[in-house]
């Protein structure tokens, strides 16, 4: 438990307040809606150095995390007024800068890709913050979900995704993927959605189809690698020299069948057919009610008398009874795969009769069927005619002996195989009887013996695990088409079947129930790659295992048919149409280049950031740094200020100030995406700031900027009346740091967002370069004036100066000119004003003039500024006389808070005395370190070389 003592007002006890609290920040943020200007908190006791006063998001942590007791003490208001003229310019202007040049903890988040070089595309940033970007870029947006592909009726593959520019409204100028601007690229669709609105409600940029639908939620299998559908039989042997004796022997006329074979394998053999061969046909067949199968063909067929036909890969789609739909596209034929019920009439059928009749360019073929519902029940659903694209045979002609069957391998020897028992597998064996020596040796048949092992040819079991999973998702891709390719190099119809088999399981993975499966057949003439998406809509809701495989096993030598499970995942609907203060894009992108697959996603969008002017006006799209700032100060989750913390008029009139003394907007610009979850609201206002050339402050309890540009006057003047006794340390150089002889700075080309480079330097030819990576710096000019910069600091630095000040320090800021006396030396000559008479100071000091040498004296005046003015000897040694008036009254009477100090310089080495401030930090009781280099005109002397 902390007790608080809130005084409210210090001279009024009766509205003091004593509270036991858990939280200090919790209890004030009761009491006050923002805490009173110049209220500050002491633990322990009220003393200075018990200021606990928050300043940022971590002294907010550092008060939660003391206990004991705090004192909350709100000064009056006149009281206030005179130390906000005290402490002038901001309560610790040092925080500020220490908090931005400190080291950063390295982001252990992903980097967006807008920063990430090395990896431009589209990706789901796990853990990562949301983009906030401001100004102009090239934005490649974040995955919200997982994406999901699928293959369209051209056997195309389509990807569907979910995707986040960032936080906040834009400006849309373009939509690329990669380099093509996506209205070149055929089918791709692209909307994006404003904050707060639906993701099929009215887009503020889009390109082609209309979303009606939102994308599904997926659990995509990793274990699915495109793995290829090996057809459960290897070829093992094919030739002419090879034939069948009655006994059940495959001998060989020459070679060894060893190395292929051994007992107990199964054993296909295909092309054994002596006398009319059978007959093979892939394409257009119809379907009829009748009972009857008719196709065309060029083949004249002379001998019809075939007892079988095998119909495979006939699938016909008829219209479901289901009220679900599901939209993964706008091609219908797999997008509404769930809305059809898929019956195979693949199948082995006893024919009645063929008939033949002649076309113009060839014949018809009209094959009766006996009762082929007893063999296939799909027939009883064929209610019309129906042409579908498939494959069949014609077999088992009474002319012929068939011995194409598979067998079990009893015995292999050198130049033989025994099969067990191969009368009871298929009795055409006994009609070799018929045959010269019982066997066929005479006759040249070109077989294929085919090793048989179906479990091998099996992808899976995999697991995958979805609550609430309402579809199964297969893509199935033919890498080199699917073709027969004839002997004269032309190509005609092939087909092939695969089998899916899956079973539901528990959150173990151990497996529930029955298995299912589920047939699939494949029927084309294309060298082209393409796909299939087999959707199954699951009976229950669920995580399940699966498998699959191919399982046509006739396949000619001369078919191409490569087989490959390239995706599985399961799928529910999504009911998510809200995303909140994000802006949203719906993609729905094809495969191009004509490889029709879906390589890296690299879509991006060039884009404005579109800002409430000053914090309260309209959205206007805005490359404005002090409008980025604004926005970052109010922002609910980075500044979490009020607009009584911000000084927007001066704000503005700073920016209108770099405007005018650079002589151009760009000098004015902030255009980069914050992503590093642990940069502090501090650390990303230095980052802005420093991208216009200006240094942030406080002046009371309001954010301001200050332009660095030359300056005429000095802050501040420090002797030693000012400075702690024997603090002083200077030191001169010689050459230039560390050798560098010039500055390589990094920015972002506005042509094409990509990092690009510019050196500072008087050499044709540097070697040893400092390097800069900047950030928010998007144009040539703004980059260009701060390697200049940057170079000119490190090449007219000639002294620094390191020494502790006493507490009117707390006024400077960085980059501020002061003057700084030699303490070091016993020349120098500086002290107090004691006295003023017209244009006669009495001085602390005496004072020496030599004689030929013209001086100047530096006056510290109460505004916080420094008069130079050109000064003579009297005829007192503490006395000097002035030129002219001071700008202001001097200060000189004991008691006063601040007295005129001074330093008197000869006027050649005036310049001398002048040094920039480039550090400050606390070191003592009213005192402050304060870290110098001389301060000169020429560190700006590119400043209007570039804009």
Not at 150 to 171: A, D, T
Not at 259 to 270: S, W, Y
Not at 760 to 779: E, H, V, Y
Not at 887 to 905: A, F, H, N, R, S
Request: with cysteine; aromatic share 10%.
């Amino acid at each position: 438990m902390k007790i608080v003592h809130l005084r409210p007002d210090p001279f009024k006890k009766d509205k003091w307040i004593t509270a036991e609290v858990d939280d200090v920040c919790a209890f004030l943020g009761w009491q006050f809606e923002s805490l009173p200007e110049f209220t500050r908190i002491y633990h322990g006791s009220v003393a200075q150095q018990n200021d606990v006063t928050p300043i940022d998001e971590r002294g907010f942590r550092n008060l939660q995390a003391l206990d004991g007791e705090f004192y909350v003490v709100i000064p009056p208001t006149e009281i206030a007024t005179i130390v906000m003229w005290v402490v002038m310019a901001i309560t610790a202007a040092f925080s500020i800068y220490t908090y931005m040049t400190m080291p950063k903890p390295q982001n252990q988040s992903p980097q967006s890709p807008n920063n990430d070089l090395a990896s431009r595309q589209n990706q789901i940033r796990l853990n990562g913050r949301i983009p906030d970007i401001y100004g102009t870029l090239l934005s490649y947006p974040d995955l919200i979900s997982v994406t999901y592909t699928f293959y369209n009726e051209k056997g195309v593959e389509v990807e569907r995704s979910l995707l986040c520019i960032g936080r906040g409204y834009y400006q849309i100028h373009n939509m690329k993927d990669a380099e093509t601007e996506v209205s070149d690229i055929p089918g791709t669709s692209i909307s994006v959605y404003d904050p707060y609105t639906d993701i099929i409600g009215t887009p503020i940029y889009q390109n082609g189809r209309t979303f009606t639908d939102t994308p599904m939620a997926v659990a995509i299998s990793d274990s699915i690698t495109g793995q290829v559908l090996d057809a459960p039989n290897q070829q093992q042997f094919e030739g002419t020299n090879a034939y069948f004796t009655v006994d059940g022997y495959i001998r060989l006329k020459s070679g060894n069948f060893a190395t292929g074979f051994q007992a107990n394998d199964k054993i296909m053999i295909r092309g054994a057919s002596i006398g009319s061969k059978d007959f093979s046909f892939a394409g257009i067949i119809i379907l009829k009610t009748n009972n009857t199968i008719v196709f065309e063909s060029t083949e004249d067929i002379l001998n019809l008398n075939y007892q079988n036909l095998s119909l495979n890969g006939a699938l016909v789609g008829f219209d479901s009874v289901t009220d679900q739909v599901i939209s993964i596209g706008q091609d219908s034929a797999t997008v509404q795969d769930s809305k059809i019920i898929y019956k195979d009439f693949s199948g082995v059928y006893t024919i009645t009769n063929i008939a033949k009749s002649t076309l113009t360019n060839g014949f018809q073929y009209t094959v009766a069927l006996n009762a082929p519902n007893t063999k296939n029940p799909s027939w009883n659903y064929l209610a019309e005619d129906t042409s579908i694209n498939s494959g069949l045979q014609l077999v088992n002609n009474d002319d012929a002996i068939y011995l194409n069957d598979t067998y079990t391998v009893e015995e292999v020897g050198g130049n033989y195989i025994k099969l067990a028992d191969p009368v009871a597998v298929n009795v055409e064996w006994a009609q070799l009887t018929h045959l010269p020596n019982q066997s066929t040796e005479s006759i040249e048949l070109d077989i294929t013996l085919d090793k048989l092992d179906p479990d091998a040819s099996w992808v899976g079991w995999h697991n995958i695990f979805m609550d609430g999973a309402e579809f199964a998702y297969f893509n199935i891709h033919f890498p080199n088409g699917l073709y027969r390719q004839n002997s004269k190099g032309g190509t005609s119809t092939a087909w092939t079947t695969g089998l899916i088999q899956y079973q539901y399981i528990d959150a173990d993975g151990v497996p529930i129930g029955q298995i299912y499966e589920v047939e699939l057949g494949f029927t084309d003439q294309t060298r082209v790659p393409f796909g299939s998406t087999k959707i199954i809509e699951l009976a229950a809701r669920g995580s399940i295992r699966f498998r699959l495989c191919r399982t046509r096993t006739d396949m000619e030598n001369n078919i191409q048919a490569e087989m490959r499970v390239k995706d599985v995942y399961l799928a529910k609907r999504s009911d998510k149409l809200n995303y909140g203060n994000m802006t949203v894009i719906q993609s729905e992108a094809v495969g191009n280049d004509g490889l029709y697959s879906i390589k890296e996603r690299k879509l991006n969008c060039l884009v404005t950031r579109k800002l409430k002017v000053d914090g309260v006006g309209a959205l206007t799209p805005t490359n404005s740094a002090e409008q980025a700032l604004i926005d970052l100060a109010l922002d609910e989750y980075i500044g979490r200020r009020s607009m009584n913390e911000l000084d927007v008029v001066q704000m503005k009139a700073e920016v209108a100030k770099i405007i005018a003394y650079f002589k151009s907007d760009k000098a004015a610009e902030f255009s980069y995406t914050i992503d590093d979850p642990n940069l502090s609201f501090e650390e990303i206002t230095g980052m802005v700031a420093s991208t216009v050339f200006c240094e942030p402050n406080r002046f009371g309890s309001k954010i301001q900027l200050q332009l660095e540009q030359p300056q005429e006057n000095a802050v501040l003047l420090f002797n030693h009346r000012n400075k702690v006794p024997k603090s002083e340390k200077r030191t001169e150089s010689w050459g230039v740091q560390n050798k560098y002889d010039g500055v390589e700075i990094e920015y972002t080309s506005p042509v094409d967002d990509t990092r690009v480079k510019y050196i500072a330097s008087d050499k044709a030819n540097p070697t040893n370069l400092m390097s800069i990576k900047s950030t928010g710096i998007r144009n040539e000019a703004q980059a260009k004036t701060r390697a200049w910069r940057e170079w000119n600091k490190i090449r007219y630095q000639e002294t620094s100066v390191q020494f502790d000040a006493l507490d009117e320090s707390e006024i400077l800021l960085r980059n501020d000119k002061i003057i700084v006396a030699d303490n070091t030396s016993i020349e120098t000559q500086d002290g107090e004003v004691a006295e003023v008479d017209g244009l006669v100071l009495v001085l602390s000091q005496d004072v020496v003039f030599e004689e030929n040498q013209s001086y100047k004296v530096y006056l510290q005046l109460e505004n916080g500024s420094v008069d130079m003015i050109d000064c003579f000897a009297t005829e007192w040694t503490n006395e000097i006389t002035l030129a002219r008036p001071p700008q202001m009254p001097l200060v000189t009477e004991d008691g006063k808070y601040i007295k005129t100090t001074y330093q008197i310089v000869k006027a050649q080495e005036a310049e001398l005395s002048a040094f920039m401030l480039t550090e400050m930090s606390p070191q003592g009781v009213m005192t402050n370190s304060l870290t110098c280099v001389n301060y000169t005109n020429k560190y700006y002397e590119k400043d209007h070389s570039f804009f």
